[in-house]
């Protein structure tokens, strides 16, 4: 069974730095793209960008390049959302999803979502 | 990119059919069959319901049904049931070649 189990729920200050993650198990982890989606409070989904596990390969939303840093550690089975400065805009529920590309567009396995909150 | 075009809300009543659209001039809609549906009940993350337009993955009802025409894609659910409330969401591509996706603005769906 294809698993992705997200680190927990985050409470920062703007201006603090965060690293959240998404394990992934039951498939293989380094031949399939892991993607980031944030959805605001009371909003709908947003795209952020993906990552190839495999060889890094990592691609961005215009809307969030330089806003954020994606990566992976395919030893743990492991990718990463990371931004250097929050701010208050960036609280949001931030799921991870694989994403299949082969012929199709589909995310089938999504992680439980991390709640970040950044408040003063 | 803007996101793709939902209603913001459709209602029905139980048994009945209804259909949520999902357009976009500035993606794949209308392009490829690379559309896909998302069902989110509150407090849950999203739920893949139909892919490649038309395709349901295993375990989904058949109550849910896809179709496209020109730049608009649809969403069919029949027969509702009250468990059927929940937001839903179709996706498509922005931009193939670097797999950046754009989600629509979500529908809420209400069992009446």
């Known amino acids: 069974e294809v698993q992705l189990v997200q680190s927990g729920a985050e409470v920062k200050k703007p201006g603090e730095s965060l690293k959240i993650s998404c394990k992934g198990s039951?498939?293989?982890?380094?031949?399939?793209?892991i993607a980031w989606v944030r959805q605001m409070p009371g909003k709908g989904l947003e795209w952020m960008g993906i990552?190839?596990?495999?060889?890094?390969?990592?691609r961005y939303s215009p809307s969030f390049q330089g806003q954020v840093t994606i990566s992976s550690d395919k030893s743990i089975n492991t990718a990463y959302l990371q931004w250097s400065s929050l701010r208050a805009s960036d609280s949001a529920m931030y799921y991870c999803?694989?994403?299949?590309?082969?012929?199709?567009?589909?995310?089938?396995?999504w992680g439980q979502g991390t709640r970040v909150t950044v408040s003063s | 990119q803007s996101a793709l075009t939902q209603p913001a809300s459709v209602s029905g009543s139980p048994g009945q059919s209804t259909t949520i659209s999902c357009s976009g001039t500035?993606?794949?809609?209308?392009?490829?069959?690379?559309v896909s549906w998302y069902q989110q009940h509150p407090g849950n993350g999203p739920k893949l319901i139909i892919y490649?337009?038309?395709k349901r993955p295993s375990g989904v009802s058949d109550r849910f049904s896809g179709s496209k025409s020109g730049d608009t894609a649809s969403l069919t659910i029949s027969g509702l049931q009250a468990e059927d409330e929940a937001d839903y969401y179709c996706?498509?591509?922005?931009?193939?070649?670097?797999?950046?996706?754009?989600f629509g603005g979500g529908t809420k769906l209400t069992v009446l």
């Open positions: 990552i190839y596990p495999g060889d890094s390969d990592t």
């Open positions: 490649d337009v038309n």
């Open positions: 039951g498939y293989s982890f380094t031949t399939s793209w």
């Open positions: 996706c498509s591509y922005a931009d193939i070649s670097t797999f950046h996706v754009i």
């Open positions: 500035n993606s794949h809609v209308g392009s490829y069959y690379l």
């Open positions: 999803a694989r994403q299949v590309v082969a012929a199709t567009l589909l995310f089938d396995s």
